[in-house]
């Protein structure tokens, strides 16, 4: 069975930290390329951050210009778990955050992936 469960979200304040955690089934391989998306109220979900899978290029991320620098995509593949640690949050960051595998070890261009999990709220107050 395919699974996906993320979970640390929460309230912060702006400028804090939050570690976001995706715990993957053993239906998830660790040479699936795995990434964070986000939906904020009335808008559509985007692409936040993605890492390769433990083949070929591996390691390698990709993240939104957005977060660029404040986020850290990572995984531990012992543990089949993806995270993302969140620094200097700002009031543009909440959102649901979603944790996604695509069945390819290579980061999808399309950001097109094949499995999704329910999603964690982060929530940033001023």
């Known amino acids: 069975q395919v699974q996906l469960v993320e979970s640390g979200g929460g309230l912060v304040q702006a400028g804090a930290s939050l570690r976001l955690s995706c715990a993957a089934s053993e239906g998830i391989q660790t040479w699936y390329a795995m990434a964070w998306f986000r939906q904020a109220p009335g808008k559509e979900r985007m692409f936040v951050a993605a890492i390769s899978g433990s083949s070929g290029s591996s390691g390698r991320t990709n993240y939104a210009v957005s977060v660029r620098g404040r986020f850290t995509i990572s995984r531990d593949n012992g543990k089949n778990t993806l995270y993302l640690q969140m620094t200097n949050l700002k009031p543009e960051d909440p959102a649901v955050y979603y944790c996604?595998?695509?069945?390819?070890?290579?980061?999808?261009?399309?950001?097109?992936?094949?499995?999704w999990g329910q999603g964690t709220q982060v929530t940033v107050s001023s």
């Open positions: 996604a595998a695509a069945t390819t070890s290579y980061i999808p261009s399309n950001n097109l992936y094949n499995y």
